[in-house]
């Protein structure tokens, strides 16, 4: 998916320049011509980047860039040259760069690249760097994390086809990139395929291509995923998903390492790494009969188990703080720990949705925390029930503090429904229904 950037300016030649600029580079971009029409983009949709003049009619990109990072957007105000400490006061506010005019297509392209990169960086949370770094993105050191680590650097190099075990949330997609990294084919692309997300059909030219006209829609010939791979990993990821079809067609890419694409008679040789994730047990779905058992024994010529995080709760703590850390950095907050009872109850609970359920629940208390603990208050009610609130007359109804979450959410989300229904993990349209059955009232 394309990044998204919004400009903001109303000077049209400004707009001109910068949105040719980016559109060349690939990125999709919107215009606003003042500070209003901004301000009913950013609440309309979502965006990655916010190019903001500062001088506009209406509402000046100051009162915009308030909108902007209360929503966590990266922002980079355009200034007039003569106005530059405008513009850096604006960045003691939260923007990240600026612009001064007159300036160059080189200068939008590059400041621009840096904030997206950076985004990428927080994202697929790779921080590695070549080999001088060892296992910088993974927080835990329990032995068996430990273990883990062993693993990775011991087969990452062989190349070999690997299965990766774990419950969903554990980091399954996190080993993977990590034994990409750390392998010889690490400049390679790593390719990230999710088998349950694609109809079957679409898989199958996805990944072997096909030749123009293969079929209905086949305009164009196009390469598949082991090409575009090539001296790369692919990563299977919920391989059990997989069509018993398809399963011997992999099957046989794994076993003759090369492919036809459909519609097509010639055969390409591949070389591509082959990681595959699985979060159900693969040696019970092949008792099962639902997955071949020639391919899963192709599949886990090593296989990594990932424990549950309920296995390995010495690592909530720097997990926990690790996150944080994170999360303070994309809001722009403050937040330096959590209470004793919050810590103790994060310990206590049984994490059906492991890491990545932890992480999302320190999203959402970080957005949500005015001070600078994080307090039970902003636990969803699941961990919440595992701290003892003495003394309290009254217990409030589930409704009630789902309404009151909503509530919240879309104050500290002012009133963007999209960004709020992300933060609350539901769709949009649930939460207008919601936001009607409540009787919520919205922010302005
Ligand atoms: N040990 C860890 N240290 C830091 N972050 C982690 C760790 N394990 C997982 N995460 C974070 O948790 C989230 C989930 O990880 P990832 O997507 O790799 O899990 P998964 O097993 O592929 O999940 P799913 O089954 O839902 O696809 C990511 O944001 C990842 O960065
Ligand atoms: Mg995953």
């Given at each position: 998916?394309?990044?998204?950037?919004?400009?903001?300016?109303?000077?049209?030649?400004?707009?001109?320049?910068?949105?040719?600029?980016?559109?060349?580079?690939?990125?999709?971009?919107?215009?606003?011509?003042?500070?209003?029409?901004?301000?009913?983009?950013?609440?309309?949709?979502?965006?990655?980047?916010?190019?903001?003049?500062?001088?506009?009619?209406?509402?000046?990109?100051?009162?915009?860039?308030?909108?902007?990072?209360?929503?966590?957007?990266?922002?980079?105000?355009?200034?007039?040259?003569?106005s530059v400490e405008t513009a850096v006061e604006a960045m003691k506010k939260g923007a990240r760069d600026y612009l001064a005019k007159p300036f160059t297509s080189a200068e939008?392209?590059?400041?621009?690249?840096?904030?997206?990169?950076?985004?990428?960086?927080?994202?697929?949370?790779s921080h590695f760097d070549g080999e001088a770094e060892r296992f910088e993105s993974f927080v835990g050191n329990t032995p068996s994390m430990q273990g883990l680590y062993r693993t990775i650097e011991t087969i990452a190099e062989t190349g070999c086809t690997v299965l990766i075990e774990g419950e969903s949330g554990t980091g399954k997609e996190m080993v993977a990139r990590a034994i990409h990294q750390k392998s010889p084919s690490k400049d390679g692309p790593f390719i990230p395929i999710n088998c349950g997300a694609i109809p079957e059909t679409l898989?199958?030219?996805?990944?072997?291509?096909?030749?123009?006209?293969?079929?209905?829609?086949?305009?164009?010939?196009?390469?598949?995923?082991?090409?575009?791979?090539?001296?790369?990993?692919?990563?299977?990821?919920?391989?059990?998903?997989?069509?018993?079809?398809?399963?011997?067609?992999?099957?046989?890419?794994?076993?003759?390492?090369?492919?036809?694409?459909?519609?097509?008679?010639?055969?390409?040789?591949?070389?591509?790494?082959?990681?595959?994730?699985?979060?159900?047990?693969?040696?019970?779905?092949?008792?099962?009969?639902?997955?071949?058992?020639?391919?899963?024994?192709?599949?886990?010529?090593?296989s990594i188990r990932i424990p549950p995080l309920r296995e390995r709760k010495d690592d909530i703590p720097a997990l926990v703080h690790h996150f944080i850390n994170k999360y303070n950095k994309l809001y722009s907050r403050e937040v330096s720990g959590a209470a004793e009872q919050v810590m103790k109850s994060l310990k206590e609970y049984h994490w059906p949705g492991n890491v990545r359920e932890l992480e999302n629940v320190i999203e959402r208390a970080v957005i949500l925390e005015k001070g600078k603990m994080i307090t039970p208050k902003n636990l969803s009610t699941g961990i919440k029930g595992r701290i003892r609130e003495s003394g309290q007359g009254h217990h409030k109804t589930l409704q009630e503090r789902e309404r009151e979450y909503i509530e919240t959410v879309l104050k500290a989300a002012k009133g963007n429904r999209t960004k709020a229904a992300e933060i609350l993990g539901i769709g949009r349209r649930t939460l207008y229904d919601k936001i009607i059955a409540y009787g919520i009232k919205e922010p302005e």
């Open positions: 998916m394309p990044y998204k950037i919004l400009i903001a300016d109303d000077e049209p030649d400004t707009l001109d320049l910068c949105s040719k600029v980016l559109k060349k580079e690939g990125y999709e971009v919107l215009m606003a011509k003042d500070g209003i029409d901004a301000v009913k983009a950013i609440e309309r949709e979502p965006f990655d980047l916010l190019l903001l003049d500062i001088k506009m009619p209406g509402k000046n990109g100051m009162e915009v860039l308030d909108e902007a990072t209360a929503i966590g957007l990266d922002t980079v105000m355009i200034t007039a040259y003569s939008v392209r590059s400041v621009v690249e840096r904030i997206i990169s950076h985004q990428m960086l927080l994202r697929t949370e898989l199958e030219s996805e990944l072997f291509g096909h030749t123009k006209g293969a079929f209905t829609g086949a305009v164009e010939s196009k390469k598949g995923l082991f090409e575009a791979a090539s001296n790369g990993t692919l990563f299977f990821d919920e391989i059990a998903e997989m069509s018993p079809a398809l399963q011997v067609k992999l099957l046989r890419v794994l076993q003759d390492r090369e492919v036809r694409p459909v519609g097509g008679t010639e055969i390409k040789k591949v070389d591509v790494r082959i990681v595959a994730a699985t979060n159900k047990e693969l040696s019970r779905e092949v008792a099962e009969g639902n997955f071949r058992d020639d391919l899963f024994y192709r599949l886990s010529v090593i």
